[in-house]
């Protein structure tokens, strides 16, 4: 029996993708979470064996969560469920170690193979989208994209500074990298465009 835990901010379709999984004689939901901070607090409570999470979230996305259990519990697959096909979002996955990234108007069918191929250590990525992926490169730095993330948040230079530990001439630095490596008019701008790509 497979134990997944689904991760999804909203409680229908929380409930559906719950639901349906449920209905699969080999697959059981034990744990469902509205954030990647509540899954959290939760993965030391059940055995889960597969963490389904969708990617954008409040308090803590699907990224983040990624990213957590990549960090302290490697041995758990991450399947990212998401509506939307942006490339940043798949390639920051991919290099996580996320081992699936499937659409949400997927086919019931097409998850619980992911879930089983999954299980087996195979990944599933949808071959357009990992074209996709190769194709748009994140031309950002990792700082630059925390910068640039505050800066659309509407974030001051020097609340920014304070936030990531860095001097404000730093931070200066920083957004204007971003807003010359994105062609952008400003940090908001700047901001606007790496969240389109997917990128913060």
């Not at 299980?119 to 190769?134: F, G, H, T, W």
């Not at 990298?177 to 940090?187: D, P, Q, S, T």
């Amino acid at each position: 029996m497979l134990k997944i835990m689904v991760v999804e901010d909203q409680a229908l379709v929380r409930g559906a993708i719950s639901s349906l999984l449920d209905l699969e004689d080999h697959i059981e939901v034990v744990a469902q979470a509205e954030n990647g901070e509540i899954a959290l607090s939760k993965i030391t409570e059940h055995d889960v064996d597969i963490v389904l999470t969708d990617i954008e979230m409040p308090n803590m996305s699907g990224l983040e969560l990624a990213k957590h259990l990549h960090d302290k519990h490697p041995t758990i697959p991450v399947i990212i469920m998401t509506t939307f096909s942006k490339s940043g979002y798949i390639k920051r996955a991919l290099n996580l170690g996320v081992k699936a990234f499937i659409l949400k108007e997927a086919p019931t069918e097409y998850l619980v193979d992911a879930i089983d191929k999954v299980s087996k250590n195979q990944r599933v990525i949808d071959p357009e989208l990992a074209l996709m992926a190769l194709d748009d490169q994140d031309p950002l730095t990792e700082k630059e994209r925390k910068a640039i993330k505050l800066a659309g948040d509407g974030l001051k230079t020097s609340e920014i500074a304070k936030k990531l530990f860095l001097s404000e001439g730093t931070v200066r630095n920083y957004l204007s990298e971003a807003i010359a490596k994105l062609n952008a008019v400003n940090r908001i701008d700047a901001a606007r465009i790496a969240k389109q790509k997917g990128w913060i």
